[in-house]
Structures are given as C-alpha cells and as structure tokens.
C-alpha cells in the first residue's frame, strides 16, 4: 500500500520559519487601523441604559425611613453597616416587617435593577450577603421560627460536583423569601426522595452540569411518583434542555438562574407542575 | 518538588507566532506531526446518555460508532491527519479498568486501522477526569471515602497502558475559591485561588503526570484553567448577559495562563487542552505547541473570538458534542467538516506564503469584540508573557502580574478609543487595577491575608495545599 | 415568454470577483444590503418532526423557539447583520394559508422586534416548494388530483403577502430525465434533462414568480439546481464513494449554471438559492450576489469544497439544520455562530484590504481536492460563463458548450499533472468529452434525438415542456 | 435607542473597488505552484486498485460457455448482444439455470467489483438494465412464472416523492434475484398495509428523504402489527437515521442502496427482524 505523501519532513518547516525572520519583515498588521464597526456589532453598548439605578430604585423604595435605610444597605451592599440598622430598626418595628418590607424589598430592587442589566449578578450576589447578615439579626428577635414564603429544596445531581449555578439560584431564591433546604452536590437520588417525602417542599430543584448525571432526575420523578408525590421539579444545567426536561412528569425546564423566583412563585401560586409546564414561555417573558 | 519556571520567552517577536508552527514541534501518534508545518483538526465527542449503562454499550459507542464515524469522515474528505479527544466520564474515571480500558484500546485499534490502510496520521487524546472533591481532601490520603485523588493518577495509569498517545487532564485546584470570587466579582479572591493555589496544586499534580507520561512513553500534553476561566467566560457570555463584565473575565483569563503554565514548567510538552483559552501566552513563553478551539466549538459553547483565537494554534478542536445524529451524518461527522476545513485552510495559507495575513485577519475579526479576545491577540499575549517571566520564579507575582498587564492593556486601548467598554466593564476594570494594586509586593503577606479573608468560604481547606 | 439571454460577461475580469461585493447590489429587508461590502450569514432550519402536527406547533417551532433563538444569538455575538431562510415543509405548502401563513407572519414579526430594538439588519427568505409530481403534469390545468403547479404559485403569493422579504425555490424541472442518466453516467441524458427541459421549464416559472415579486414588492432571489446537481454531487460523494465519479458530478455543475441562469434572465436579481453551488459561473455572467455554502453546511452534507465556495459569496449559508437541542444551545444557534464567524472573517479581510488573499486561500484549499470544486474556482467559473455567453441565446448550446469547457479545464489541468483523477474519473471524463462531442451543432436535431432515446423513461412527457 | 454604525455607505465600497482596478495590480495567485499534498490527501488514489475487472471476474466465471457468455455481456454491459446470446443458450438450457447461473451470476460479479471499488454505480444500473433484457428473454420461455428467490415490496414515503434512492436499490435487489413489488413513491400508508397484508412480501422497504414524511414508517408498522404481521421493514433515505428507525417495531435501518441485499438474504435466511436488528453490525460488515 503506498503511503500518502503528506508528511512534512522537519528540514522544510525550519527553512520557511528561518527565511522569514532572516528577512526580517515586519508583517504584524496595524490593528488600531480597522473599523470595528465594518465586523461587528456592540450591541450591548447600543441598548445601554442611561438610567442611573437611584432613579429607579426610587419608585419601589420604603417609605418608612427605617426601612428605607435597610433597603438602601442592600441595594448600595453596605454589608457592614447593616447589622447595625436592622438592630436600630428593631426597636420600633417587628422582625417581620424588617424581614419582609426593608430587606427584601431591597433584594426587589436589586432583582428589577438586574433584570434591567444594570445590576450585574455580583451585585446581586454581594446585596444578597448583606440581606443575610441583616436578616440574623432580625431572625434572632423572632419569637418562634421564622416563617418563609415558601421552600425550595436543593440539590446538584448524585455524580456531579458542579455547584455553582446551583449556589446562585439558591441565593436569587432567598432573596426572593423563599428558604433553601440546599442538599449538596452528589447527592444521591435515594436522598432526594426521601428528603422531598420527609421535608415536603413547595418546589425541588436540581442542576446537572453532565449529560451522564442528568439521568438522575428522571429516575427522582419516577420514585416520587411511586410514593405518591408530586411537586414542581426544575431542572437545569448545562447538561439539560427543555426537550429533556419534560419528558419525564414534574420536570420543570430552567435556563437561567434568574428564572427560579418566577417559576416557584407560581407553585406558590397554587399551580401543579402541568400548569406551570404548559404557560412556561409566558411566565418567563413575564407575561403570566 | 523544584521545577525550573519560565524567566524569559521562546518567541523574541510576537509577530513570530504563528498557527501550525512552534519553537518545540512534537511527534506521536500514527504519524501525528504537530507544529511542524501543518494545523491538525481535533474532533472531540460526549456518548449519548444511557451508553454508559454497560462496558458493552460504551465501547460500542465510542468505538463502533464514534471513532469509526471519525475515520471515515477525515478519509472521505481528504483530511491528512486527525486526532480524538476523549474527555472521561464518570464511569470511565470511576472503574477504569472496566470502562476505560476497553474503549482506550478499541478506539486505538480503529485509528491503527485507518492509518494501515490509508496512510492517515492520526493519534487520541485521553483527558481524565479531575474527579477531587474539595471538601473531601485533594491529596492522597485525605479522601478516604472515594480514593479520588489516587483514583485520578490510576486513570492515567489505565488510559496510557491501553493505547493512549497523549494524556491530559482539566485540573480543578483553587475552584473552591475562584467560584466563590466570580459571582463577587472578587479579583483578589480569584487571583488567591487560582494564581496561587491553582498554580500550587498543578505543581504537585503535574509533577506526577509527567513522570507518569515518561515512565509510559506517552506524551503529557497539558492542562487548561477550564474550572477557572471557562467558569468566568462562560458567565460572562455575550452582549445580552450581565452577570460577569467581560472586562473581570479577561482579567481572570491572564492570571490563569501563569497557572496552566506550571504543567510545562513540570515537563508537559504540550499540545495543552483545546478549551484552555490562555494558549497564546503560554506559546508565547514556552513555544510549545497547543490546541485551541472558537467558531469550530459552537457545538458546545459560543465565545466571543470565534475567529481570533485560531491565531496561533497547532491543532484546532469543537471542544464536545454529543453524537447523535444530523442530516450530514453523525454530529461528529459534522463537526470534523468544520474543524478540518478550518486546518486545511490555515495549511492551504501556508503554501499561499500568507499565513501571516491570515492569522491577522483571524485577529482583526475579534479583537474588538471583547476584552476578552483583546488580550489572547497575539501581541497582546505576548506582552502578557513577558509581565509573567519577569517575575517567573514566583507564582503570586507573576499572577498578579499577568493580571495588571492585561488591565493596563484593556484601559490603554479603550482610552484610545479602540476597544470599547459599556459601562460595566469600565467601573469593573477601574476595581481590578484598584484591588490589585492594593495587593502586598510580598506573598507571605498576600497568603496571610488571603487565608484569613477566605477562610469560611465552603470547601476551603487549606490542607489541600498543604498550607 | 421572451427573456433577454446573457450574450456577455458582467465582470471584465476574473480576478475582480470577490465575496461581499457583486456588480449588481440590492438591498431589501430591514436594512439588508447585499453584496454592498458586507457578507452575511443565512441560517436555514428545519422544524422538529411531530411540530407539524398542527399550525400552532408549527408556528411556536418556527417563531417562538427557532427564529427567536437566532436573533439571540446573532445580538449575542455582536453580528451586524442576518438572514433566515425558510424552506416550506409539505404542509406548508399543501395548505399555504393554514400552515404557512401565521408562520411567515411570525417570524417577520420576531425580526422586526430584535432589528427596531437592536438596530440588527435581517431579512427572511422563504423558498416555497416545487410539489409538482412530473407524471401528474407540471404545468396548469395538467395536474387535475392536486393542482400542484397551481398550489406552487398560491405559494409564493401567501409568502409575499404575510412577510416574506425575498422568495426562492428549488424547481425540479427536467428532474425525471437527470434521475434516471445520473445513475447511468449519461452526460448527453443529463444535458437533456437539465440543460434543455430545465431551462424550457426555468422560463416558464421564473417569468411568473418574477411577475408576482414585482406587483408584491418583495425580492425574487433565483434557483438552484438542487434536484440535478446536487443529486449528482451528493452521489459522487468523497473519496470513499464509488457511486458516481466526480468529473460527472463537475460537468453536471457546469451544464446546471446555463439551466439555473435563466431565472436572472426571467428577471430574478439574486440572491439565489444557498445550495445552488453554480454560483459563482452566474455571479461571474450576471454581476447579481449569490448566497453559498461549503464548510458551514456540514450539519446538512459534506462537499468536496467547503472553503473554496466562499471565494464569491455575498451571503454564507449552513443549508440545513433540524432544530434540536447542542451542548452549545439549539441547532440554530451553533450553526450561526459557525457561519457569522465566517462572514466576520470575510468582512475582516476587507478591512484589512486582504479580501482577495483570503479568497485565494479559500480557493487554494479545494482548488484540486475534486473535479467539481476545480472547475467553480473562480478562474475557472468565469472561463464557464464565457463559453455559456459566446452562444448565450441558445439554451441547449450553451449548456452544453458549458459541458465541455469544464471537461476541457479539468483534462488540462489533469494532464498538467496538477489536478489528480482516478481511474474511473478519467475515464468518464474521456467518455464525457466524446459523447458531448458526438452532438449535433443544432438544437431541433438534438431534441428530435433525445426526445426518442428518453421516450420510455418513467414520468417523462414531452407535454409537461409543451413539446 | 442609537442605531448601530453597521451600515456601509454605497460609495465607500465603489471607491475601494475602483481603486484596485485603477492599480491594475494583478492580484489572483498562482495557484498552480502550490503543493495540494500539504493540504489534502487524495485517498481515492491511495488506495486505487491495481487490479483489472477480468483477473478478478476469472474466479467467479460459470465454466458452462455458454453462461460464461451471458455473465459476461451482463458484466461488460452488452446490452445489445445479450438478448441473443440468451437465446443461443435456451437451445440447451434451462430457463431456470440462464437465469441464475449465467444473468445473476453475472450480477454477482458486477456487486463483487462494485464492492470493491472498481465499478462504480452507473456499471451496476447499466449491467442490470442487460441483465434485465436477457432475462425478459429467459422468462418468456418459462413454463409458468418466475420463482424468484424471495419477495422485496418497496416504496416511497407518503407525501414524498423523491424515488431515486429506491430506485437504485430496486436494481440491486432485482440483480440479487429478489422478485420486487414496487409501490412507486408518495403511497398512502393504507395502501402499504394493505399490500403487505395481501401479497406478503419476504421485506418490506420504505425510503423518505424529508423529515416530515418519515413519521409514516413508524405508522405503517404499527399497523402491520394491529393485523398481526410481522416484517422486516428496512427503511433507508437521508431524513431517517438508524436512532429513529430501530424506535419502532420491524424497522431495519439501511444507510446505503448497496446494504439491500445482505439484509433481505437474512430474511430468507429466516431471521426476523430482532434478530437482524441485533446482528446489524456484523451484518453490515460482513461478519454475519
Ligand atoms: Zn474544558
Ligand atoms: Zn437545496
Ligand atoms: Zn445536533
């Protein structure tokens, strides 16, 4: 059999590259030279807003004072100062209010600055931090447990030890009042099952980042199924897609971490996983 | 565990780096000649769900299915040479012996099929997985419920004993904290995390997987801060995402190139991993070659320098896709046409004496797209470079540097007028250059700081560094 | 029905045709403008098996996922420009107002929102089907069971009136006469069916679509001879396939240009059809843009030429892809991104005043990977038009004048030792030359011979060509 | 909103274009210097056979002359002589043994040569265009009718009307000695039924070359199965994909014309369509 001829043989290549540099051309083209605008399109620069976020945190703001300072220390991530308002505030108004009306108010802001791109997700994420510290303090002066929303338990698929976008939902949803059961990663599917029968949630979640770990939700619906459970299961990833998602009965599809609030607020809302499966493209374009 | 770090480049010009070339050319494989002249597709392939449920089922996948596919498609268009990627799954990583080994050996006997018949050079690529968790313990001994330290070098062990010709691997040192830094957009957390401990936990990883590679007589390829600044890119996305300015992501990408460089540093030869971005830096310094992938890889992920990061690349990849099936064949099928056209297009620039030009429109395609894509240009990676081997002896100064370098870059041209930054990416550039100049000159001082700052953040152990 | 023939070339030189620019520019859309200095991407997509099941289904596929999808990503990666290309489904075109209509609709709405709010210019193709059955009858009134020629023109007219900026379609006259010498490598069988019937019946369709874009006001774009040539080209395959050799399928090419150039003569002004890889012999003759597909089209076939195809190209198309979810996102989207990448390069070059190296790159590539990609180069494209216009009035010599000067190039070529040929593609192209050769100089002997040679094969009637 | 400065001004680019041609630089490279072997590999050419069709024709030749003839008009495409050969044989021969030991003997060269690359398709239809004159010729002389080895019904999808795929494969079938039932294309899934239910074909086939009309395959072999029969159904054409086929009952994939007669000999060979279904790889290859 006659081999191809493709080799190159180690003498030619050196002889090119050496021939170039011995004439010595200067071939780097001048870069700064080109229209950018001939190749490509900033878009994000063409639809930038030129609204500055106190104008518009203006219309969502408390009136109260107090609990307008709060919101503020969120919004403007003053994780340090926070601790010290919520105890301020506490002496005249209830753990409740400050919880519900000063610092997720504030997380209300932040998520509407956010959706409008003006917040990026480090933003949310650092406002977030300071909700949390403000919020230990006022949980501390309940008298009993604090009452949530709602719950949302979550999980990483057994197999798969990527977290962060799991760790990012469950920060949107408890800036959003929800309280997070966070499972881990890895999780096995025995214990999503039996922590879901156990805790009863509103709402169960899971990210698979592997097309070979996903296969663990399918198979957490069936069981749930079997023990006669049913709950809105939102799934997402890198892994999953919608196709996937709804092919097995609960699933829930989630691309973003952003959607998480809208989806589990409709369970809230009283709607099954079908109701909530068959409007998905209207609760995501916020139409429903 | 001394290595001898990089205090000076391979490259005296930028202008001499160039695709299909490099200053320390390798051979291996069937024939496989890479930097030598010519640019190698790189065909990369995920199983479909549910082949992983027996050793039967897999190999028949990726060996039956996939390799054969392959082959047939690089002969039926002509392509000189190509090489498989496979990234292992958990079942290959978990029991190697049982699902790895048959499909290492099956997929090498299919390419020693075609390469007997047809003359085409070819070779595969086995990339294990970094399966550590870091709350369990990333050292040996420390993980005493999975062994997955030990179970990551034995991957290796299995993938090269079984016919692999290049080994590599996606290594996840410092990902604790670098996760935890992006979402804060935290520069300093990152640079802590992957700039240091990365760099740290390469040294001890790579220290292995070279020796492991000579003892084997395969070749170490290398690494890519996929767990770092894939995470930070990715997050960053394109002109309708907002939760990492592209400005923190580019930044991020630079520090983690004098991180991957520590595998060379070890004796990896390269060709690195395709999806590790920081290639042209690292060839730039080490000239050695590298994988790279952009317009090629939409199957898996889009980024902002389809074009621009071919520049200087020694085989070119479309980093995974799932086989299934397309109208053109199978998705991997598909994506050799595109991969391998793009090399023969680069080879066809070389017998035209205009692979320079080419290069340069590859680069004036992207260069403005992002500052991402602004600072792997050529020669902007190059500068990039030396601020590394300035400083090359010490991995917090030189990630610190690399990190400076490529702000200053950023700000230089934006202030030109050139590169154009939203608002965002411009306060977000102003806190790097501010937070990175508030850093000590010292790294004791760096690492005291940061151990205390980020001592709480989940999974954090610092006896994973042995610190 | 009479139509000014080409009788000259447009361009004074081959070297003057390049991609992104063409003679005869249009603009459409929003914002469109083609062949102006730009290449733009047309993505061309298939909706999901079962979404047909009901206009609602099919109308959520093609609007909210599909189109949606594309003009995300194209925002995404900062593409100035798109186009989307739809290609009616049986039900679309069965039942133009159920089907088609919302779907049309839709999609143009979705444009009109990305481009008010983005500034993106787009536009949407939609190539209505030829259902015509060649033993039912192909022209009115002939087909009394389905109507299909009338259904054919109904189409266009739901397209237009609901959104359509640009109206194409792959007619299929002459198909039955091409099947059935493809499969016995007849090139005077072929010449026959393509080259005469498909002309006769280009002109009798053409004049009518062109009359109906004119009173609608919406772009009549051209042809392609899909269901010839690229019948004969997908046969002939790579190097693995034996079916057909590839100096048939490159003659084939030739001879389909004189036959798809008479819908620019009817009126039609480019540009035509994606698939239409004759491209570049009419671009050359006629100065209107054509759109075109090689490495990007991967998703849907290989060819032979995936680089050398762009050299002239004013729009980069993928052919084909069914939407389906990728790693990288959907279908759609990955496939975009390939083939904006592409046009990004081309536009690049342009700026960097290198558009013709890169054109000679993409040439030097495929140049002699295949007979067929040989003779499109654009040397060799534009010596076809000239031997096509030196007797342009007449639609069988010229087609098959364009026969043989592709069979003449490639012979010199090969003997030059330049272009290599196996066996079988020698000896077919010998046994071309003398069976083209053995025709008579005039066409009413021609059509007498052929008309009995071809009298029993199946679905043929001389009616359908009023004959 | 700002528009985005994407658009290029009709004059720039006529004034970039003129200059060049004012330049009369002569710009397009000489492509012939270039060396293709260091961009593509001619593999065709690599492994072209150097072996001559008679040489290996020789070991399959019947050594009866007067079959000899016929195997070779068959094989060297004498479609003008055959006819006459045929009956030359007929004077001392069976029908029966012209038929298959001198027409498909000749065939079986052909699909020998063909396999291997030095014949090509348009050899194959031209051979068997030969094969089927003389045959006409053999079967005139029959006693009754032809015996065929087995049955092949075919057909293109409904609301499909591309054919040629079938119609390749039909040749071969038929030069394998199949008796074939050709439905034509674009048949209603009724009629398919009813066909297979009346005539009872050993196989049956279906091609579709549109994704939308190979949703009539999964349906026609449901159908066969609510009348309890049961069939090989090889389905073939480029919307299909052995994924989709082997997802219902009876379907058999088939990616190439040439694959027809391997699997339909299994058929006669007994196997139903699990058993082909399983062996599909070996089969395919050869190995079964
Ligand atoms: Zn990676
Ligand atoms: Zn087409
Ligand atoms: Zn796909």
Chains 1, 4 share one sequence.
Request: hydrophobic residues 40%; contains cysteine; proline residues 4%.
């Amino acid at each position: 059999m006659r081999k191809a001829t493709f080799s190159i043989k180690d003498s030619e290549f050196r002889g090119s590259f050496e021939s170039l540099s011995k004439i010595g051309v200067e071939q780097m083209a001048d870069f700064d030279s080109i229209s950018a605008d001939k190749i490509l399109t900033r878009y994000d620069i063409v639809v930038e807003s030129s609204e500055k976020p106190e104008d518009i945190a203006e219309q969502y703001m408390p009136e109260n004072p107090l609990l307008r300072q709060i919101a503020e220390d969120v919004m403007n991530l003053k994780f340090k100062v926070i601790e010290q308002h919520v105890q301020e505030a506490l002496k005249t108004l209830t753990p409740e209010e400050i919880i519900e009306n000063g610092l997720l108010a504030g997380m209300d802001i932040v998520a509407e600055l956010y959706g409008r791109g003006i917040y990026y997700l480090p933003h949310v994420m650092v406002a977030s931090d300071a909700m949390t510290r403000g919020t230990k303090v006022a949980e501390a002066a309940l008298g009993g447990e604090r009452k949530y929303k709602g719950v949302v338990m979550m999980h990483a698929a057994e197999g798969d030890p990527h977290d962060i976008g799991k760790n990012i939902a469950a920060v949107l949803l408890k800036s959003n009042g929800f309280g997070i059961i966070d499972l881990g990663k890895d999780v096995l599917v025995d214990t999503v099952v039996d922590e879901v029968v156990k805790q009863k949630p509103n709402v169960l979640t899971g990210t698979a980042l592997m097309t070979t770990t996903m296969s663990a939700f399918p198979r957490i619906a069936n069981r749930l199924k079997e023990h006669g459970v049913e709950v809105p299961f939102i799934c997402a990833g890198g892994a999953v897609n919608r196709e996937y998602v709804e092919s097995y009965d609960m699933g829930i599809y989630s691309a973003k971490a952003a959607e998480g609030p809208g989806l589990a607020n409709k369970a809230l809302d009283g709607w099954d996983w079908k109701k909530i499966r068959s409007n998905w493209d209207e609760i995501i374009n916020g139409k429903a | 565990m001394a290595t001898t770090k990089f205090t000076k480049m391979a490259y005296d010009a930028a202008d001499d780096l160039i695709f299909g070339e490099a200053k320390k050319p390798i051979s291996y494989g069937l024939g496989l000649k890479v930097g030598q002249g010519l640019v190698i597709p790189e065909i990369n392939f995920a199983p479909r769900p549910g082949s992983e449920k027996s050793p039967e089922s897999l190999t028949k996948e990726y060996v039956d299915y996939i390799a054969t596919d392959v082959m047939n498609r690089a002969v039926t268009l002509g392509f000189p040479s190509v090489q498989l990627e496979n990234e292992w799954i958990f079942q290959m990583s978990n029991e190697p012996e049982k699902f790895a080994k048959p499909v290492v050996a099956g997929q090498k006997a299919v390419i020693e099929n075609y390469h007997d018949k047809y003359g085409i050079a070819c070779a595969v690529r086995h990339t294990c997985a970094d399966s550590r968790l870091h709350e369990q313990g990333m050292r040996f001994g420390q993980d005493k419920t999975h062994n997955y330290p030990e179970k990551m070098i034995e991957s290796f062990e299995v993938a090269a004993d079984a016919g692999a010709d290049i080994v590599s691997i996606e290594s996840v040192g410092g990902k604790e904290i670098s996760d935890f830094a992006v979402v804060r957009q935290d520069i300093r957390g990152w640079l802590f995390g992957i700039g240091y401990l990365g760099s740290i936990d390469m040294e001890w990883l790579w220290t292995q997987i070279v020796d492991l590679a000579k003892r084997k007589k395969v070749i170490a390829g290398g690494d890519t801060n996929c767990a770092g600044a894939n995470t930070s890119m990715f997050m960053a996305g394109g002109y309708l995402d907002k939760d990492v300015p592209r400005t923190f992501s580019a930044v991020t990408r630079a520090i983690a190139s004098a991180r991957t460089l520590v595998a060379i540093e070890c004796g990896a030869t390269g060709p690195d991993k395709d999806c590790g971005y920081e290639g042209p830096i690292l060839k730039a310094i080490s000239g050695c070659p590298s994988a790279q992938e952009g317009k090629g890889a939409q199957d898996a992920h889009a980024d902002l320098m389809g074009n621009l990061i071919a520049q200087t690349c020694d085989l070119w990849s479309n980093e995974s896709v799932e086989y299934h099936p397309e109208f053109g064949g199978s998705s991997v099928q598909c994506w050799l046409g595109v991969i391998g056209y793009e090399a023969a297009l680069m080879n066809a620039s070389k017998q035209m004496k205009q692979d320079k030009v080419l290069r340069d429109i590859y680069v004036a395609s992207d260069r403005f797209r992002s500052p991402e894509g602004f600072i792997l240009a050529y020669d902007n990676a190059y500068k990039i470079g030396q601020a590394i081997v300035e400083v090359g002896d010490n991995y917090y100064l030189r990630a610190k540097a690399a990190g400076l370098k490529a702000a200053e870059l950023i700000k230089e041209s934006n202030e030109k007028g050139k590169l154009k930054l939203n608002k965002q990416e411009k306060d977000t550039l102003n806190k790097i250059i501010t937070d990175l100049n508030s850093l000590p000159d010292e790294e004791g001082k760096f690492v005291d700081w940061a151990l205390k700052e980020y001592k709480d953040v989940p999974a954090f152990n610092p006896k994973n560094y042995e610190l």
